[in-house]
């Protein structure tokens, strides 16, 4: 019997689980939304929004259980400056999961997890702006060379 287990195994040791769910979590909040296999987003959800709750209180001791939990400092930062205070009025439900096909080598079902109202532009957090094509100094002299 089952009675009294929290969450799934997802066939991994409990250490890969925990750096599973605090990577995850981690990419979540600076993203606001990640593709995932569906099992790995429904273990993912609840935790997500015990995170987005623990950070609507002001108090140090929640702001160093963040860090502890995220190990983190932008993170935890980002869930107490911005989320918090986008999900005031919210008392729950902070993230969605939708579901997004198969993956195509192993049939896997995959789920795109993310938070509601999320700012689009966090997806592009990483991505570096593209500037317009500088022609570098040797580029110009191998034109040269070849003319």
């Known amino acids: 019997m089952r009675h009294g287990m929290s969450n799934k195994k997802l066939n991994r040791t409990s250490e890969h689980r925990k750096a599973l769910l605090k990577n995850m979590l981690n990419s979540l909040i600076k ?3 990640i593709k995932t296999t569906l099992p ?3 273990f993912l959800k609840p935790q997500a929004d015990k995170i987005i709750t623990l950070g609507k209180k002001a108090t140090l001791q929640t702001t160093k259980s963040l860090v502890s939990q995220l190990q983190d400092i932008k993170s935890a930062n980002k869930v107490k400056k911005t989320l ?6 919210r008392s729950g439900g902070y993230t969605r999961i939708i579901k997004a096909g198969f993956r195509y080598g192993d049939n896997a079902p995959m789920a795109i997890i993310e938070f509601v109202d999320r700012d689009v532009e966090a997806r592009r957090v990483d991505k570096k702006k593209k500037d317009t094509l500088k022609e570098t100094p040797k580029t110009e002299e191998k034109k040269q060379a070849t003319a």
């Not at 918090?84 to 009025?89: D, G, P, T, V």
Request: proline share 0%.
């Open 40 to 42: 790995k987003a429904k």
């Open 84 to 89: 918090s205070k986008r999900y005031e009025k």
């Open 31 to 33: 993203y606001e939304q």
